[in-house]
T-cell receptor, first 112, second 112 residues
Framework: DVKVTQSSRYLVKRTGEKVFLECVQD?????MFWYRQDPGLGLRLIYF???????EKGDIPEGYSVSREKKERFSLILESASTNQTSMYLC???????????FGPGTRLTVL | GEDVEQSLFLSVREGDSSVINCTYT??????LYWYKQEPGAGLQLLTY?????DMKQDQRLTVLLNKKDKHLSLRIADTQTGDSAIYFC????????????FGPGTRLSVLP
């Protein structure tokens, strides 16, 4: 079974802190994604990556950056956390075109 | 840009059928997907349908696709309390089928 793990289930940070969210997949998937999930808005794509060191902006990249140094790991970075970044963050991976995206359990981030 | 719409809430009685509806805008979508999110968990793929199909049945699940109206539905027969979850409709939205656009999710509540 594909497993996508995220480093934390719950995280509380203060405004202005630098925040790292880590995601690891164990099935050698090419594609990895970071979404945020907010009630009534569904999932919105922040960044995605098709390959190591490759990254593309999604719909809402402002205030975020990403890093993919190894194929299995995709990190989301909040350079200076703000209260409007309080949300559920979901990582996903997929093998290639039209393939199912497998999701991690999510990290609920609260920025005070 | 692409947009996927769903009603936000649905309540049904245990044993009844549930029908969750979705409309999408990208007529070139090759696949359309239904994902399920249980409380505290990430999303899991329930089923998908190829765009040249009208219907797909999988045990208690029936997916209907009306490509002319860009309307997708998910019918769950004999709904059980374990079906209570948020259901997301998604379409593949780029030429490579790697990026998905998700709807806001329909929260299904199953009443005893």
């Amino acid at each position: 079974d594909v497993k996508v793990t995220q480093s934390s289930r719950y995280l509380v940070k203060r405004t202005g802190e630098k925040v790292f969210l880590e995601c690891v997949q164990d099935m050698d998937h090419e594609n990895m994604f970071w979404y945020r999930q907010d009630p009534g808005l569904g999932l919105r794509l922040i960044y995605f990556s098709y390959d190591v060191k490759m990254k593309e902006k999604g719909d809402i990249p402002e205030g975020y950056s990403v890093s993919r140094e190894k194929k299995e790991r995709f990190s989301l970075i909040l350079e200076s956390a703000s209260t409007n970044q309080t949300s559920m963050y979901l990582c996903a991976s997929s093998l290639g075109q039209y393939n199912e995206q497998f999701f991690g359990p999510g990290t609920r981030l609260t920025v005070l | 840009g692409e947009d996927v719409e769903q009603s936000l809430f649905l309540s049904v009685r245990e044993g009844d059928s549930s029908v969750i509806n979705c409309t999408y805008t990208d007529s070139s979508s090759t696949y359309l997907y239904w994902y399920k999110q249980e409380p505290g968990a990430g999303l899991q793929l329930l089923t998908y349908i190829f765009s040249n199909m009208d219907m797909k049945q999988d045990q208690r699940l029936t997916v209907l696709l009306n490509k002319k109206d860009k309307h997708l539905s998910l019918r769950i027969a004999d709904t059980q309390t374990g079906d209570s979850a948020i259901y997301f409709c998604a379409e593949s939205c780029d030429n490579y089928g790697q990026n998905f656009v998700f709807g806001p999710g329909t929260r299904l509540s199953v009443l005893p």
